[in-house]
C-alpha cells in the first residue's frame, strides 16, 4: 500500500511539472449586467481587451517641482515609450488624460493590455520595470499599480507554521516522536498528490489561484486529524493489550468508520458549492472535497502500513497515575451526581472527566453561559459589509499599495475604482441622441446636493472635427459608447455602492425613449451584482447542505435531536467567526496581529465559503465526540453516563484535533493574499469556538439536561432510515464471538 501511494504521488508530481498552467485571481460569473458589459465591448470590439490587463504608472516630481516642467514631462514620456510591446492595447499619457493633480507634483499614466495579468509575457512586465527606472534615473519617482504586478501568497511559510504547531500538539498528545510524524506524513503526501493533480489540471482548464491554496489548507488541516483519531484509538486498543495488528484492525474499523462519515460532512458541504452556479466557487470546492476525499482514503490506507513499519515505536507514551474516575449515575431522567471513584474500571481521572463531571453538576449554568457569550461575540455581524478586494488591502509598502494610496491622495479615492457606463446603440433610432442623453442624466444626478460623482467623463471629449469622426464611426460599427463615472469615495466604499443602483436607477428608462439601453461595470458593480448573486443562492445552498448532512447524521446516530442540536450549534459558530472577522478586518480591532494596517469591507465571498467549509468541520467534531457517547450508550450505559464517558474517552483527541486545525488555519493569516488571510482566519476563529465553546461546552450540557431523550427517533423512521455502524459495533460483536 505504501509502494501505491508513493507512485500516485510521483506520477501527479510529474504531471504537475510537465503539464500545468497557469491560475487567475478573477472574479467572473456570467449573466450579469456588470459582466454583460464586458462580454459586449469584447464581441463589437475585439481590439478593446476590455478584461485585459491593466497598469498606472504613478510618476511624482521633486518637491518644488512640477511634472509640466520641460525635462519632468521629456522624462515621462520617455519612461513610457519603453512600455510598448506587442501586448499593449493603448498607454494614455497623464497630460492628454488630464490626470496630472492640482498642484502638477503627480500625475499617472494608463496602459491597457491584450491579455489577462496571468498571460502578460515577460516583455510586457520587463517594459513596465524600464519605464520606472527610466523616470528614477531623471529625477522622478514613478511606482506601478494595477492588476499587472500581483503579490506573493507566501503559502509555503504559511504552511510550514501549520505544521509546527501540529508537530508540537501530537508529540504532547501522542507521546512519541515517531507517532507523532505519522499524521504530518500521511497529510502532507494527500496534499501533494492534491495539490498535483490540481496544478496538472491546469494545462486543460484555467483556475482560480485560490483553489490549490484552499486545497492545501483543507488536506492540510483534515489530513492530519483524521489520522490522529485513528491513531489515538489505536494507542487505546494497545493499552487494553491488543497484538498491534489486531489493534490496528480495530483501529481502523472503529475510529476509520467515524472518520468516513465525519469526511463525508464536509465533501458534502463543499460540493454543495457547485449548486450556487458561480465557477470560482464550484472550483473552490470541487478542489477542496477532492483533498478531503484524498485525506481519507490515506488515513484509511496509508496510515495503517505505517503503523505496520513502526510497531511498538507508535505505541509509546507517558501514562499518568492517577485516581479512577468518579463514577456518576442518574435515571433517564433524573439528575446526575457523583458517587465516588470507580475502581473496576482503572481508568485515569483526565482532565476532559473532571471537566464533564464539574458540567454535569452546572449544566443549566453552562448552557446559558454559553449561549450568550456566542450571541455577544455575534453582535458585530450586523455590521457586515461585503465588497471585492482591491489594492487597498495589499501590503504596505509594495508598488501597488503605494500607487493606489498616491492616486487616491491626489485624485481622489473615486479614481481608483472608476465605473464604466456602457450604452449598446445598436437599437437605437438615433443613436448619438441617445449617448447624449445617458450623458444628461449623469450630469443631472452630479450635480444633486447629495450626489457621490466627482466627474462624468462623456463619450467625447473634443470638439474636434477628427475625433468627432472618430467618434461617428465607432457608433456606426461597433453600435456602442462608453462614459466614465469617477465617484468621490472608493471602489470599496458603501457609498459607491449606492452610486451604482443610483446610476443604473437614472437609466432604467433609456430602452423606452431612445431603444438604447445602459450597463455599468467596473469593480464595485461587479462586486455589488456578485454579492446579489451569492445573496439569492444561499438559501438554496443551506437547504442542500445542512438537509443532506442532516439525513446522514440522522443515519449515523439514529437520532432526531442530535443532529438538530449539531446544526444549532454550527450557527453559534458561525455567527462567531463572523462577527470576529468583521471586528478585525471591518473595524480594525487588533487587526495588526494578523499584518493589516487599513480597514474595509469583508471579502464578498466570505460568507458563504466559511458557511459551506465550517460546517463539514463542525460535523467532523459532532461526529468524533458523539459517536463515543453513542458507543457507550447502545452498550447499555445510561444516557448521562454514557454522555460523560463518551466525553472523557474523546475529549484530549479533539481538543488536540482543533488546536491543530486552528494552528493551520491561523498560518495562512500572514499572507500577503487577502483571501486566504481572511478565509484563514475566519476558520481559525469558527474551528476554535465550534470546538471548546460549542462542542465541549454547548453539547455536552444539552445532552445532559436532555438524557435520554436525545436518542430518539420515531419508530417509522427507524425503519425507513439505513443504519450506519459508525463505532463499529459489527466489528466488535464479530471479533468478540
Avoid at 28 to 38: H, M, R, V
Avoid at 251 to 276: K, M, N, R, W
Amino acid at each position: 500500500m505504501t509502494g501505491i501511494w508513493a507512485l500516485l504521488l510521483l506520477t501527479v508530481a510529474i504531471g504537475a511539472t510537465t503539464l500545468s498552467g497557469k491560475t487567475n485571481d478573477s472574479f467572473e460569473l456570467s449573466g450579469i449586467e456588470s459582466t454583460q458589459a464586458f462580454d459586449l465591448i469584447r464581441d463589437r470590439d475585439p481590439a478593446a481587451a476590455p478584461d485585459g490587463a491593466t497598469a498606472r504608472v504613478v510618476f511624482q516630481a521633486p518637491a518644488g517641482e512640477s511634472l509640466a516642467d520641460p525635462a519632468n514631462r521629456q522624462a515621462v514620456a520617455d519612461a513610457l515609450a519603453t512600455v510598448e510591446t506587442s501586448g499593449v492595447v493603448s498607454i494614455v499619457d497623464p497630460f492628454a488624460a488630464g490626470t496630472i493633480s492640482e498642484d502638477g507634483s503627480t500625475g499617472y499614466a494608463s496602459v491597457s493590455y491584450s491579455r489577462s495579468a496571468v498571460e502578460l509575457s515577460l516583455a510586457d512586465r520587463a517594459g513596465l520595470e524600464a519605464a520606472r527606472d527610466v523616470a528614477e534615473r531623471a529625477g522622478l519617482t514613478a511606482t506601478v499599480g494595477g492588476d499587472v504586478l500581483g503579490v506573493e501568497i507566501g503559502g509555503a511559510i504559511a504552511e510550514m507554521i501549520g505544521i509546527a504547531i501540529a508537530f508540537v500538539v501530537l508529540v504532547v498528545t501522542l507521546g512519541s516522536l515517531i507517532a507523532a510524524g505519522m499524521p504530518l506524513l500521511t497529510a502532507l503526501v494527500g496534499v501533494g498528490i492534491g495539490v498535483a493533480a490540481i496544478a496538472t489540471l491546469t494545462g486543460f482548464v484555467e483556475l482560480s489561484t485560490t483553489t490549490p491554496a484552499l486545497g492545501t489548507m483543507l488536506g492540510l488541516a483534515v489530513g492530519i486529524d483524521y489520522a490522529l483519531f485513528i491513531l489515538s484509538r489505536y494507542q487505546a486498543e494497545v493499552r487494553q493489550g491488543r497484538p498491534l495488528q489486531e489493534a490496528a484492525g480495530r483501529a481502523v474499523g472503529t475510529a476509520g468508520s467515524a472518520v468516513v462519515f465525519a469526511g463525508l460532512t464536509v465533501i458534502i458541504a463543499l460540493l454543495g458549492l457547485a449548486v450556487c452556479g458561480i465557477g470560482f466557487l464550484t472550483e473552490m470546492g470541487l478542489g477542496g472535497a477532492f483533498t478531503v476525499a484524498l485525506a481519507v482514503l490515506i488515513a484509511l490506507t496509508l496510515l495503517p502500513a505505517l503503523l505496520g513499519f513502526a510497531g511498538t515505536r507508535a505505541t509509546k507514551r507517558s501514562s499518568r497515575a492517577t485516581a479512577g474516575p468518579v463514577r456518576v449515575t442518574a435515571d433517564a431522567t433524573g439528575p446526575a451526581t457523583a458517587t465516588g471513584p470507580d475502581r473496576s474500571t482503572g481508568e485515569p481521572r483526565t482532565l476532559g472527566r473532571r471537566w464533564v463531571e464539574r458540567l454535569a453538576r452546572f449544566r443549566w449554568a453552562a448552557l446559558v453561559s454559553g449561549i450568550v457569550a456566542a450571541a455577544v461575540a455575534a453582535i458585530p455581524v450586523a455590521s457586515l459589509q461585503l465588497a471585492l478586494p482591491d489594492d487597498s488591502t495589499k501590503p504596505a509598502g509594495s508598488d501597488v499599495r503605494v500607487a493606489h494610496d498616491l492616486i487616491g491622495e491626489h485624485f481622489g479615492a473615486g479614481a481608483n475604482g472608476p465605473l464604466l457606463v456602457v450604452i449598446d446603440t445598436r437599437e437605437a433610432t438615433d443613436p448619438a441622441t441617445a449617448v447624449a442623453t445617458a450623458t444628461e442624466r449623469l450630469y443631472a444626478l452630479a450635480a444633486r446636493d447629495d450626489s457621490n460623482i466627482a466627474l462624468v467623463v462623456p463619450a467625447i471629449t473634443s470638439d474636434d472635427p477628427q475625433a468627432l469622426q472618430s467618434y461617428q464611426q465607432q457608433l456606426d460599427t461597433a453600435q456602442f459608447a462608453t462614459l466614465t463615472v469617477i465617484p468621490r469615495t472608493g471602489p470599496s466604499h458603501q457609498s459607491t455602492k449606492d452610486l451604482v443602483a443610483d446610476i443604473r436607477a437614472t437609466l432604467t428608462d433609456l430602452p423606452g425613449q431612445s431603444g438604447a439601453r445602459a450597463l455599468v461595470t467596473g469593480v464595485t458593480a461587479i462586486g455589488v451584482d456578485i454579492s446579489n448573486e451569492l445573496t439569492e443562492v444561499f438559501p438554496l445552498y443551506l437547504a442542500v447542505v445542512v438537509g443532506l448532512a442532516l439525513i446522514l447524521l440522522t443515519a449515523v446516530f439514529r437520532s432526531i435531536w442530535v443532529p438538530v442540536k449539531a446544526a444549532l450549534g454550527f450557527l453559534l459558530s458561525v455567527g462567531v467567526s463572523l462577527g470576529a472577522t468583521v471586528a478585525v478586518f471591518q473595524w480594525g480591532w487588533l487587526n495588526e496581529l494578523v499584518g493589516l494596517d487599513a480597514t474595509g469591507p469583508v471579502l464578498f465571498l466570505l460568507p458563504i465559503l466559511l458557511t459551506g467549509i465550517l460546517f463539514g468541520l463542525a460535523m467532523d467534531y459532532e461526529v468524533f465526540l458523539v459517536t463515543r457517547m453513542r458507543e457507550a450508550y447502545v452498550h447499555g450505559v445510561p444516557a448521562r453516563q454514557a454522555v460523560i464517558d463518551g466525553f472523557a474517552h474523546s475529549a484530549r483527541v479533539v481538543a488536540a484535533a482543533a488546536l491543530i486545525m486552528v494552528g493551520v488555519f491561523a498560518g495562512f493569516t500572514i499572507t500577503d493574499d487577502i483571501i486566504l488571510k481572511t478565509v484563514g482566519f475566519a476558520l481559525a476563529i469558527g474551528v476554535l469556538v465550534d470546538a471548546f465553546l460549542v462542542r465541549m461546552l454547548i453539547v455536552p450540557a444539552v445532552m445532559l439536561i436532555v438524557g435520554q431523550r436525545i436518542w430518539w427517533m420515531p419508530r417509522w423512521m427507524s425503519k425507513l432510515v439505513p443504519p450506519l455502524d459508525d463505532e463499529g459495533e459489527a466489528l466488535t460483536k464479530r471479533l468478540a464471538g
